[in-house]
């Protein structure tokens, strides 16, 4: 079991992990201002391993399949030293019961400080030296045990640190988000996973749980232990609790610990993608478990994991339609990708035409307060008109977009064509507000103005003129009728009056059916 050992030498010289400690700065420590430097809460510490664990995922993402399983647990093991070497800056580790007030304690705390750098620089069997002088001078300090563990485990000495994380328990401090205790119980179910004793194991992460209930490392591992002893039920139970984090979601998919109820595991995992509003942190996970379900040859799943992916990040959709695969599942998924791109395409268009209407409303309603503003004489420039101006502008970028019909770029069309939309429509509100302004401006100026009290006065007067049109121009047909009527038959010029007064009577009628709408239209405005 030598590669599933604490310092396994894969986790020593694996590239990804030193990148990681790295981030952490964990290799330019200043330890000499350890007794200057401010203390950071351990809620500090544990974001600070969220972060990198976020690292871990940006990096497992990167890998070649054949090595996620080993590389994943790998890094979940060395995360170990990274997280000792943050929480000793912690407030709850600095003793603050026990100041360094006697030379001894002094001299034990620059011991316990070389001790580190030392295990730090590989120094194993000096390191262990000056844990075990500092231990002489002060067994009352929690690091000093912990740090000789840490040194045990790189030097495969697992039973001496097991027996040293064992002694630390009576000195774990413990804080309000946090029991130290369950540190220590975790690196002891490490040691016994490592002789694959997964009972033992599985009974100190019970504790580490039990003393520090929102620890996810902890979780983590229980439900690691827990299905190698074929408990199903509480690795279940003990993987719903870490799922909140997207790094575990991924790791649970790549450990091999969880093989033997694997199937179960996937389809919590599965539940938890489609049920939860998982964030796009989610989804090189999700995308993972879509293969799964496409491997094991279930349409339905993965048809329903690969539609909640694209919903977040439309990005995947250009990564499965250059799938080549010919499998019964992989046709389905292609012929899901038409769907959603003739689904897009709708929308798109829709999005657009409703685009349009509005900014022709919004034409119509600022051309009719541009002509009233003219009449009152004012010419200050309408905000009505910069709001259209500027939804036109990203119209047409819609336009050129929708062109592409590139999946993405019609998605987007369609947000866009929305926001144009929204954006017409508020230009027409404001005009209409502009209209009325400057009514109430005229009005303010004195005097009784036709205007002000009908602002469509000019349109009824239009109206007016185009339906008498019409009555002249048939009067005007009619006269010249009954003009060469005349002629030709010597009939009394008398009926020449009469064939106008017909002609225009005829023409009003028209002229009112004609222009009426636009009495209808003017009334209900």
């Not at 902890?218 to 279940?236: F, K, N, P, R, W």
């Not at 998605?411 to 954006?423: C, F, H, K, P």
């Not at 005097?447 to 469509?456: D, S």
Request: glycine share 6%.
């Amino acid at each position: 079991m030598d590669e599933w050992s604490y310092s396994c030498p894969l986790c020593q010289n694996l590239k990804e992990f030193h990148e990681l400690r790295k981030s952490a700065n964990l290799d330019s420590v200043d330890h000499s201002q350890a007794f200057n430097k401010s203390v950071i809460p351990p809620a500090f510490c544990f974001q600070t391993l969220q972060k990198l664990q976020q690292q871990a995922l940006t990096l497992l993402e990167t890998q070649p399949p054949d090595r996620l399983s080993a590389i994943a647990s790998t890094i979940e093991w060395g995360f170990g030293e990274i997280e000792w070497q943050l929480l000793q800056q912690a407030d709850a580790l600095q003793n603050p019961e026990l100041p360094l007030n006697t030379s001894s304690q002094v001299q034990a705390e620059e011991w316990r400080i070389m001790a580190e750098e030392l295990r730090r620089r590989g120094v194993l069997d000096e390191s262990e030296a000056f844990y075990l002088k500092a231990l002489d001078l002060n067994r009352l300090d929690y690091r000093m045990y912990v740090g000789l563990a840490e040194t045990y485990l790189q030097s495969n000495q697992l039973e001496h640190a097991k027996n040293m994380l064992e002694k630390s328990l009576p000195h774990a401090p413990a804080s309000k988000d946090f029991d130290y205790k369950s540190y220590s119980y975790r690196l002891i179910g490490h040691i016994y996973a490592c002789g694959e004793n997964y009972q033992e194991a599985r009974s100190a992460l019970r504790l580490s749980v039990q003393h520090s209930p929102r620890y996810l490392d902890g979780h983590y591992d229980a439900a690691q232990y827990a299905a190698q002893v074929g408990s199903l039920e509480d690795s279940l139970r003990f993987l719903q609790n870490i799922l909140k984090e997207p790094i575990y979601f991924f790791l649970v998919q790549q450990e091999r610990n969880f093989d033997p109820i694997r199937n179960d595991v996937q389809s919590v995992l599965f539940t938890f993608a489609l049920s939860h509003d998982v964030t796009a942190e989610y989804d090189q996970g999700v995308f993972a478990l879509a293969k799964y379900w496409r491997q094991q040859g279930n349409t339905l799943s993965t048809l329903s994991l690969l539609k909640s992916l694209m919903t977040r990040s439309p990005s995947f959709f250009s990564v499965l339609r250059s799938d080549n695969a010919h499998d019964e599942v992989g046709q389905d998924i292609q012929h899901m990708l038409g769907e959603l791109e003739v689904q897009a395409m709708q929308e798109a268009e829709n999005a657009m035409r409703d685009s349009e209407q509005a900014l022709q409303a919004a034409y119509e309603a600022i051309s009719e307060t541009t002509q009233l503003a003219k009449s009152v004489g004012e010419s200050y420039p309408l905000k009505s008109r910069w709001i259209y101006e500027n939804a036109g502008k990203k119209h047409d970028r819609a336009k050129e977009k929708l062109a592409t019909k590139g999946y993405v770029q019609l998605l987007e069309v369609a947000s866009i064509a929305r926001e144009v939309g929204q954006s017409g429509r508020s230009a027409a509100s404001e005009a209409v507000e502009e209209r009325r302004k400057y009514a109430e401006t005229h009005s303010n100026r004195g005097g009784w103005n036709i205007i002000t009290r009908w602002p469509n006065f000019m349109e009824v007067l239009n109206i007016i003129g185009s339906i008498f049109f019409w009555a002249f121009l048939a009067g005007g047909i009619c006269m010249a009728l009954e003009v060469l009527f005349a002629l030709f038959y010597a009939i009394s010029y008398g009926v020449f009056f009469g064939g106008i007064a017909v002609g225009m009577l005829i023409g009003l009628g028209v002229g009112i059916r004609i222009e009426g709408w636009r009495f209808k239209r003017l009334y209900q405005r």
